[in-house]
């Protein structure tokens, strides 16, 4: 079977709904990061693509909301979120600059309007007028401060009524004590949701 076929059973199974575009998108983007070298086999960025679409949740993105992935590296979970919502407003954001041509060749292959692609820190980008509160959603994968620290960090970037989403690997254990943590960094848990296939668990924090 090839990605394509791969993604599009592993969407039905994870009950994630793509539509032929979207499915074609995504399939172009694996090419993009499989000719870069950036991604070992197909089988691992199917795993891949649906943890990131995972994370979705309606009711978190209203129509047009803009949305800042925290760390994006190549474009996880940004890309696959904007591919899934198109009228939302992305930005990438990553301390290093070594993915911003990668960025810029994604988003015009696959013509992404309302991307915004940012070379900096996190805790630079914090303090800049254009970006602090000025998300509905924050997300971040596979950052490795603490919860309460991530916590604590992007929610300075998220609108007053806004989320963030972390995605947390079993093995960090921040999980169990989530809502703690998440205090400790000045929000309040909402739900966790653990996904079975890259043994995933989203905390999703509303900010207040
Ligand atoms: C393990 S990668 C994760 C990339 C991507 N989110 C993913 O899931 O594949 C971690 C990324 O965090 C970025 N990073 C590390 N410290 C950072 C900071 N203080 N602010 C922003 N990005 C940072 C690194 O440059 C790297 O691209």
């Given at each position: ?30 090419e993009?990061?499989?000719?870069r ?23 978190m ?15 996880f ?46 805790e ?26 991530l ?58």
């Amino acid at each position: 079977m090839d990605f394509c076929a791969k993604l599009a059973a592993m969407a039905v199974k994870y009950n994630i709904k793509l539509s032929d575009k979207q499915l074609e998108e995504l399939t172009c983007y694996y090419e993009m990061l499989r000719d870069r070298d950036y991604i070992r086999n197909a089988e691992i960025t199917v795993g891949t693509m649906i943890d990131c679409l995972s994370c979705y949740d309606a009711m978190m993105f209203p129509v047009g909301c803009r949305v800042i992935d925290v760390a994006a590296g190549p474009g996880f979970p940004g890309i696959p979120l904007k591919i899934l919502r198109p009228d939302s407003k992305l930005c990438l954001l990553d301390a290093s600059d070594y993915r911003l041509e990668f960025w810029r060749e994604v988003v015009d292959q696959l013509k992404l309007s309302d991307v915004t692609l940012v070379h900096a820190p996190v805790e630079e980008v914090i303090l800049m007028p254009e970006h602090r509160e000025q998300y509905q959603v924050a997300v971040s994968r596979g950052l490795s401060f603490s919860l309460s620290k991530l916590v604590e960090l992007c929610l300075q970037l998220v609108k007053p009524d806004g989320y963030y989403i972390q995605f947390e690997v079993e093995r960090r254990k921040e999980v169990p004590d989530a809502a703690a943590k998440v205090a400790a960094g000045g929000g309040q848990l909402v739900k966790t949701v653990t996904q079975e296939l890259e043994k995933r668990t989203f905390v999703y924090v509303k900010k207040g």
